[in-house]
């Protein structure tokens, strides 16, 4: 099953739960480190959406920056590339901490 597919029986689960009938847009938040294509996503939410409440939303993503423990300098760091060097001391020694996740932010419904 594609991300797109599972985001899609997400909202199906809360337009049962909730009970509303339409979405005209949803927040996504995806992570740099996620190894999403964004365009991709965009175009595979449009096409697996046709025929549910989700069919003519909004999709707007949010894009969560990278971020990393640095064992050399003891600090959270921000990051561009999930194998970049620590921007503070240029350590190599990383655990990424932030920018892999997929999550839904919110939703308008109707």
Sequence with gaps: MSLC???VDVIEDAARRERFT???RIRLEVGRFAGVELSAMRFGFDAVTRG????GAELEILEVPGAAWC???SDTVGLDGRLDPCP???GGRLQPSGGM???IRDMEVV
């Design 5 to 7: 597919e599972s985001l």
């Design 22 to 24: 339409r979405v005209r």
């Design 52 to 55: 549910t409440v989700a069919e």
């Design 71 to 73: 064992f050399d300098c």
């Design 88 to 90: 503070r001391c240029g």
């Design 101 to 103: 996740e997929i999550r």
